[in-house]
T-cell receptor, first 107, second 119 residues
Framework: DAKTTQPTSMDCAEGRAANLPCNHSTISGNEYVYWYRQIHSQGPQYIIH???NNETNEMASLIITEDRKSSTLILPHATLRDTAVYYC????????FGKGTMLLVSP | GAGVSQSPSNKVTEKGKDVELRCDPI?????LYWYRQSLGQGLEFLIY????????KSGLPSDRFSAERTGGSVSTLTIQRTQQEDSAVYLCASSLAYGLLSTSYNEQFFGPGTRLTVL
């Protein structure tokens, strides 16, 4: 699986958009970009995935650069309950989790 | 049940003892995955099952670790002669199938995990 690089931590004010970056410069053609998050003491939760087009669902938006070497997960209106570790993963199937980004949403 | 369940939720054992961790996947999910998460670390993939077979066991950290799945449902992860470095949260996930389907992503649904502490 391709490796990903994410910032260790980020802060966001409640109600603001949280933009979480991810670099995956060695992604191969058949690998998707997945985002999961893990709220403290819970199992990971799927957020969104994409191949090359931007994607949006009820939780978030995923913006993938044209060269596919990086992506950004956008939580449009962050709430306190969005405080979690966010994992960016590139893979065809089996998920390999890195250390992710600890997003802290503050009042 | 509605989701993936794991038992026990917590397990404390002495070094050298064997432990068995159980995972009940979502009904109808053919793929099952085991991960572990050590304190302050990301998730480490251990093994996956397609039905009852495990095509790739290379993620298991040592030969003390083994896993089986019977009836395409329940899976058991066994750790023999436990060591202190085995202390971690062991997470199980299941998905409808392995890999990507033509129409949708095989979202992995995770259980709450088993916290293993080896004294």
């Amino acid at each position: 699986d391709a490796k990903t690089t994410q910032p260790t931590s980020m802060d966001c004010a409640e109600g603001r958009a949280a933009n979480l970056p991810c670099n995956h410069s060695t992604i191969s053609g058949n690998e998707y970009v997945y985002w999961y998050r893990q709220i403290h003491s819970q199992g990971p939760q799927y957020i969104i995935h994409g191949l090359k087009n931007n994607e949006t669902n009820e939780m978030a938006s995923l913006i993938i650069t044209e060269d596919r070497k990086s992506s950004t997960l956008i939580l449009p209106h962050a709430t306190l309950r969005d405080t979690a570790v966010y994992y960016c993963i590139v893979s065809y199937s089996t998920l390999t989790f890195g250390k992710g980004t600890m997003l802290l949403v503050s009042p | 049940g509605a989701g993936v369940s794991q038992s026990p939720s917590n397990k404390v054992t002495e070094k050298g003892k064997d432990v068995e961790l159980r995972c009940d996947p979502i009904s109808g999910h053919t793929a099952l995955y085991w991960y572990r998460q050590s304190l302050g670390q990301g998730l480490e993939f251990l093994i996956y099952f397609q039905g009852n077979s495990a095509p790739d066991k290379s993620g298991l950290p040592s030969d003390r670790f083994s896993a089986e799945r019977t009836g395409g449902s329940v899976s058991t992860l066994t750790i023999q002669r436990t060591q202190q470095e085995d202390s971690a949260v062991y997470l199980c996930a299941s998905s409808l199938a392995y890999g990507l389907l033509s129409t949708s992503y095989n979202e992995q649904f995770f259980g709450p995990g088993t916290r293993l502490t080896v004294l």
